[in-house]
């Protein structure tokens, strides 16, 4: 198996832009999926297929891919998404989640 | 909308085992995939495996392979995770979660989640 290599954290004040990346050397080859956790709660999907964003998810929320890399960018961040962020892949032996960015709003 | 609705808490002692529920409303539970994820207290996701009803087949991650069994009753659409020979560090929220069957090597994004289960392994 491998390995999903997040920050262990980011501090934005509200307004400004998040970037949490996330890299590991089949993501060239695999989609990228973006899950927010909130404490006491049941992870939520905000981006699937590196850059695709389910119903109900605020459009400040992107994703984009470039080679070992995976990026969920917040734009125009609120209070509301103080949160930890994971991103996951998998390949033919099953799921692999990255180590987890907690993301504190200022 | 699919629901997922998790068993309640368990308090075990190490050497035991443990079974958890996972019952499915709305969608088709046939055609859904449901994946079972850890998570210990303050860490991060793990994944232990998952069953796919449509083949009656489970597939599990190498960590969990020699004590996990997760099954799937269609009728009462209920996927169940039992884990074995447990140990203090088995203490974790266990989620279960699904996604659309989309092909036995298919791995897609984890749409909907459970409420998550409180395993709590202490002598």
């Known amino acids: 198996s491998y390995e999903l290599t997040q920050a262990p954290s980011v501090s934005v004040s509200p307004g400004q832009t998040a970037r949490i990346t996330c890299s590991g050397d089949p993501l060239p080859n695999q989609y990228a999926f973006w899950y927010q956790q909130k404490p006491g709660q049941a992870p939520v999907l905000v981006i699937y297929?590196?850059?695709k964003r389910p119903s109900g998810i605020p459009e400040r929320f992107s994703g984009s891919s470039s080679g070992t890399t995976v990026t969920l960018t917040i734009s125009g961040v609120q209070a509301e998404d103080e949160a930890d962020y994971f991103c996951?892949?998998?390949?033919?032996?099953?799921?692999?989640f990255g180590t987890g960015t907690k993301v504190t709003v200022l | 909308q699919v629901q997922l609705v998790q068993s309640g808490a368990e308090v075990k002692k190490p050497g035991s085992s443990v079974r958890v529920s996972c019952r499915t409303s709305?969608?088709?539970?046939?055609?859904?995939?449901i994946s079972w994820v850890r998570q210990a207290p303050g860490q991060g996701l793990e994944w232990m495996g998952r069953?796919?009803?449509?083949?009656?087949?489970?597939q599990y991650a190498q960590e969990f392979q020699d004590r996990v069994t997760i099954t799937a009753d269609e009728y009462t659409r209920t996927a169940y995770m039992e884990l074995s020979s447990l140990r203090s560090d088995d203490t974790a929220i266990y989620f279960c979660?699904?996604?659309?069957?989309?092909?036995?090597?298919?791995?897609?994004?984890?749409?909907?989640w459970g409420q998550g289960t409180v395993v709590n392994v202490s002598s």
């Open positions: 069953v796919i009803p449509l083949l009656r087949r489970a």
């Open positions: 996951q892949s998998a390949d033919n032996s099953g799921y692999v």
């Open positions: 709305g969608g088709s539970f046939s055609t859904d995939t």
């Open positions: 979660a699904r996604h659309h069957y989309c092909g036995a090597d298919c791995y897609d994004a984890l749409d909907t």
């Open positions: 297929k590196d850059s």
